[in-house]
């Protein structure tokens, strides 16, 4: 906020009559703000700071962004316009006018909230939980929203407040679009939206920590209200906006450690059940109700009855006030001054600082806090002009009573927006492979599924679980939502079919089939057809769904990201939504070979007219029984060692058959093509030699960008008989009796395979 005008603190202050609301709210500048929008800021910067988008080490990542600091300039987003730029907003300047940090988003929403659209939201920024949960109630102007439903919703908009754009629910909608919007540049947008309207949202969390909002206690220190004769300024803005309260403010945020968390985004504001309140509030039981029921404002202080007792003021059944002062303490103590140095308007009411006291009063509840002063200026100052003040305005809010009420509500306030964002944030999931061991499956010697670009992976299987924590015992169930798969990825723009062009021993890598834009790798993405069903989970539950998409994961994708998005209830809110984000492997590709035509021996391969022709590697032929002829003349047995078409298939974790392929000829190969979790294995099984079945750990590849400099990094793929693959099971036969596995080099002195084109699979089952 904005506030001029004379920023020394008196610790009696005068009010007019109840005309003043009227004249104050029809103005639309410097108008009841509740701290300096520098302390919104900083608040807001702690609450961050405390939140699991920074002290939870994987929470961005798991929601799809770069796991970066909040305030890493590698990490940016546009703004949505909302007025000229106010550097205090930020702590540090933008890098661009499209390019803000998350915290400088989170920070300029907290800042704008009182300055868009020339300050008139203010009119919304108060509730009183005590009488029905209204808002300003001005005299001769409508009623106001409520705080809480103009930040949550952004209903209740009047000709004095405009509309919100920047609510919770608005939050909500740029989060899902963040995650689900097919271009990434509205993904972008979303993001920045989502960030900056929950700064605005936590601005009225912070709004609730000055009692003048949550007491009715309206304030206008506008010019024109001076002119008047309405000018009320609040003691309390004004004295935030100093350099030193300023730094007073930002040190309390920084006590703040635990965010609050409730059931429902109201309860932040109050969560006693009740908008008539008829007691203490507590510091757990929302902001708005602790602040109302615990603390005095300079229109709504305690007041001294005709008996002499003081007593709560008027509609203001707390606090309750002690019966006595419970400090006392003379003004030289208190301000440091001595008679000497005391300045002139100090020194004229009181020229022995000694012999003049400041009464504090505490509450029944906390009775040693400062809630209000009494003091020798009440005395003096008691008769203005002609009015008579008297004595129901003895009490009066101070620089003391201010700071008292600041380091009890900063910190707290601190801790009650963080708990906002964590639990808008709070829906988490785990994501894990289906029983088959593997997300994706496709046929590699299958047109319709190996061309570049427009081919690929049509359906993709997982194990999903609720692991969203508890929320004050209360399990966060997702019930009769909506869920969803999103994959994102990048396009390899050299792809082939048969891999050849891929990275490795072959094709050496070239970055220049790897696309970046503005220094990030192109991203585009794919999303699942909807399931048809009202998805429901409990916490701790899991459930194995199937997603099927109209549009292909790409074959020749890379930086692939697998995101499963639900929005539906969580817990008591209706509408939460949650995600979670999976690095997946590149499209990882399995050669199976049949090489049935070659012999091992020793750690050769031959062909069986190269053995036939050898005696040497005859008399090394294990079973023996395949050899015959004297020691000089030996041949192979007619019915060893003959070429043969071969079946092959890919067994599932669950040994489950997901795909087959009847008739593999001699020197031929087939190609899988499997998506799986870039840091596991993938365990399946594949048929071995004289109908036995081989289980292997498969590992996986990727073509990524690293998250924390961007760096193209990759897996490199190796040749096999002029053939790029990641990993090759090769079918020979074992023809001695050491039998080791040849080397590589040793494989690849077989002559290539007569076509780079695999066998097309009899079936994929998956």
């Not at 929601?63 to 590698?74: E, F, I, M, Y």
């Not at 053995?611 to 040497?616: F, H, I, K, R």
Request: glycine share 6%; hydrophobic share 35%; charged share 15%.
């Amino acid at each position: 906020m904005t506030i001029r005008g004379d920023v020394r603190l008196r610790p009696f202050r005068f009010r007019t009559g109840g005309g003043l609301a009227a004249v104050c709210f029809s103005l639309t500048t410097h108008l009841c703000f509740a701290y300096e929008i520098g302390n919104h800021a900083d608040i807001t910067q702690r609450a961050l700071e405390i939140s699991k988008l920074k002290t939870d080490s994987g929470k961005l990542a798991r929601l799809g962004l770069r796991q970066l600091d909040v305030a890493s300039p590698l990490q940016v987003f546009p703004r949505a316009a909302s007025g000229a730029e106010i550097p205090v907003c930020y702590s540090t300047p933008p890098l661009a006018p499209e390019k803000y940090q998350i915290l400088q988003l989170f920070r300029h929403g907290a800042c704008y909230e009182d300055d868009i659209e020339n300050g008139v939201r203010v009119f919304s920024h108060f509730y009183d939980p005590k009488n029905g949960g209204i808002g300003l109630s001005p005299p001769a102007l409508p009623q106001q929203p409520p705080s809480y439903t103009w930040a949550l919703s952004g209903t209740g908009a009047t000709a004095q407040t405009g509309v919100n754009h920047f609510s919770y629910q608005d939050a909500r909608n740029s989060f899902y679009k963040a995650v689900t919007d097919s271009s990434r540049a509205e993904r972008n947008r979303q993001w920045g939206l989502t960030f900056q309207s929950l700064g605005h949202v936590m601005h009225h969390l912070q709004d609730m920590a000055q009692p003048q909002h949550v007491r009715q206690d309206s304030h206008c220190d506008s010019a024109l209200c001076f002119a008047a004769g309405q000018y009320n300024p609040s003691s309390y803005e004004k004295l935030m906006i100093t350099p030193t309260f300023v730094q007073i403010v930002r040190a309390l945020a920084q006590t703040a450690t635990t965010p609050i968390l409730f059931g429902l985004p109201k309860e932040f504001w109050n969560a006693t059940g009740t908008e008539n309140l008829n007691t203490y509030a507590s510091s757990s039981q929302g902001i708005a109700a602790y602040s109302s029921t615990n603390f005095v404002s300079a229109g709504t202080d305690f007041r001294i009855s005709t008996a002499g007792g003081a007593v709560q003021a008027p509609g203001h059944n707390y606090p309750i006030p002690t019966s006595v002062p419970t400090e006392v303490t003379d003004i030289g103590a208190l301000t440091g001054y001595t008679n000497a140095d005391a300045p002139l308007r100090l020194k004229t009411v009181c020229p022995d600082l000694a012999k003049c006291r400041v009464e504090f009063w505490g509450s029944t509840n906390q009775p040693n806090t400062r809630k209000s002063s009494t003091s020798i200026f009440g005395q003096d100052l008691k008769v203005v002009g002609a009015t008579v003040v008297g004595y129901p305005n003895q009490f009066s809010q101070n620089a003391f009573t201010h700071a008292a009420t600041a380091s009890d509500l900063v910190p707290l306030t601190t801790r009650y927006s963080a708990g906002l964002i964590d639990y808008f944030f709070r829906g988490e999931m785990q994501v894990r492979t289906p029983a088959e061991g593997i997300y994706g499956l496709i046929d590699g010697g299958d047109p319709a599924s190996n061309c570049k670009d427009a081919c690929g992976f049509k359906k993709i299987k997982l194990r999903v679980t609720n692991t969203t924590q508890p929320i004050s015992g209360t399990p966060q169930n997702f019930t009769g939502g909506a869920i969803t798969a999103v994959v994102k990825f990048s396009r390899n723009t050299c792809f082939t079919s048969d891999f050849a062009s891929d990275p490795g021993s072959l094709y050496p890598l070239n970055a220049s089939c790897f696309a970046y834009a503005n220094g990030e790798p192109f991203e585009e993405q794919v999303m699942a057809d909807p399931l048809p069903l009202s998805f429901s989970l409990a916490a701790g539950a899991e459930a194995s769904l199937t997603f099927n998409f109209t549009s292909s994961i790409p074959i020749n994708a890379w930086n692939v990201k697998l995101q499963v998005v639900y929005r539906g209830q969580i817990g008591q809110e209706p509408d939460g939504v949650a995600v979670h984000t999976l690095r997946l492997s590149t499209p990882t590709p399995l050669r199976y070979t049949n090489e049935y035509d070659y012999l091992l021996i020793n750690q050769r391969l031959y062909t069986r007219a190269e053995v036939n022709a050898n005696q040497t590697l005859l008399s090394q032929v294990v079973p023996a029984s395949c050899v015959t002829g004297a020691a000089s003349s030996r041949t192979l047995v007619a019915s060893c060692f003959n070429p043969q078409t071969i079946s092959t298939s890919w067994n599932g974790a669950n040994s489950a058959t997901l795909a087959n392929l009847t008739a593999l000829p001699t020197n031929s190969h087939a190609l899988f093509v499997y998506l799986a979790d870039y840091f596991g294995t993938v365990n399946a099984s594949l048929p071995g030699p004289n109908g036995t079945s081989v289980a292997v750990a498969l590992d996986v590849r990727d073509i990524i960008a690293r998250n924390s400099d961007n760096a193209l990094v990759s897996d490199l793929m190796l040749a096999w008989r002029n053939l790029q693959a990641w990993r090759v099971y090769s079918r020979y036969y074992l023809a001695s009796v050491d039998q080791t596995p040849p080397t590589l080099a040793v494989s690849n002195q077989r002559p290539a395979f007569p076509t780079a084109t695999p066998v097309k699979l009899t079936s994929v089952n998956f």
